[in-house]
Nanobody, 123 residues
């Protein structure tokens, strides 16, 4: 069983930066593929970024490319999302996700999910 706990959400002004972290528990979780998704009010959960088990591959939604960076530290069993130059439309609940083999841009690829952390960007 893998448990994921997000941290780092909060209120930030447009143009600012925020760093989200996700701590994973479970002895094999360090080798899992990881991802971030977000969900705005009354909208479906959408893909933000993903990183494979080794860190050798990353993928981003077009809306965050060049602004967000996903990274992982397998020794600490954590992964992060650095958010720079944030926009009002980045507001939402951010969820981290993990899967032993699945890797992709839809929620169906990931078995384990965190509870979510709120990010609010003000204009």
């Amino acid at each position: 069983q893998v448990q994921l706990v997000e941290s780092g959400g909060g209120l930030v002004q447009a143009g600012g930066s925020l760093r989200l972290s996700c701590a994973a528990s479970g002895r094999s979780a360090s080798g899992y593929n990881k991802a971030w998704f977000r969900q705005a009010p009354e909208k479906e959960r959408e893909f933000v970024a993903a990183i494979n088990w080794s860190g050798g591959r990353t993928d981003y939604a077009d809306s965050v490319k060049g602004r967000f960076t996903i990274s992982r530290d397998n020794a600490k069993n954590t992964f992060s999302l650095q958010m720079n130059n944030v926009k009002v439309e980045d507001t939402g609940v951010y969820y981290c996700a993990a899967d032993r083999s699945g890797y992709g841009t839809t929620t169906a690829f990931y078995e384990y999910w965190g509870q979510g952390t709120q990010v609010t960007v003000s204009s």
